[in-house]
C-alpha cells in the first residue's frame, strides 16, 4: 500500500504543479491582452520625413512619380493613369488613389493638393512657382 500512496501523491504533486503552470499562462495571456490594447489607445508615429521612403522601379507608384516630377505640378489620378498607359476606370483609379494616398499619409513622397490630385513634397520644399515679375513694380 506505501508503494501505491507514494505513487498518489507524484500525482497530485504533479497536479497541482500543472494547476500552478496553468495560472501563470492565464496571468501571461491576460497581460498580452493588456498590452495590445494599450498599443491601440496610442497615436501612430509619423514617419521622418527627412528619410523618404524608396520606391521600386517600375511600380506603378514610383512611374507615377517620375510622370508627375516629369510634368511639373501635381496631376489628377486620371492624367496620371493616362501617362501610365492603363485605363481610367474606376478600378485602377482606386488602386493607383489608394496607393499614393498611404505616401500622402504618411507624408512621404507624395501630396494633395486638391481631391484625387497628387503632386510631389520636392514641389512645396523647393521654390515656389512665382511669376517672374512678382515684387517687381
Known amino acids: 500500500m506505501a508503494l501505491r500512496d507514494n505513487v498518489q501523491r507524484l500525482i497530485s504533486k504533479k497536479e497541482q504543479e500543472i494547476a500552478e503552470l496553468e495560472q501563470k499562462l492565464r496571468d501571461a495571456k491576460i497581460y498580452l491582452q493588456a498590452v495590445q490594447d494599450s498599443i491601440k489607445v496610442l497615436p501612430r508615429e509619423a514617419m521622418d520625413a527627412t528619410q523618404p521612403r524608396e520606391l521600386r522601379p517600375g511600380t506603378a507608384v514610383a512611374n ?25 476606370d474606376t478600378k485602377n483609379k482606386l488602386s493607383l488613389s489608394g496607393s499614393l494616398a498611404g505616401y ?34
Open 64 to 88: 507615377a512619380r517620375d510622370l508627375i516630377k516629369s510634368a511639373g505640378h501635381p496631376l489628377h489620378v486620371t492624367d496620371i493613369l493616362k501617362g501610365l498607359g492603363k485605363s481610367p
Open 104 to 137: 500622402v499619409r504618411d507624408r512621404q513622397i507624395f501630396t494633395r493638393p486638391a481631391p484625387n490630385t497628387f503632386g510631389l513634397l520636392e514641389f512645396e520644399n523647393g521654390k515656389p512657382d512665382l511669376p517672374e515679375d512678382f515684387g517687381k513694380m
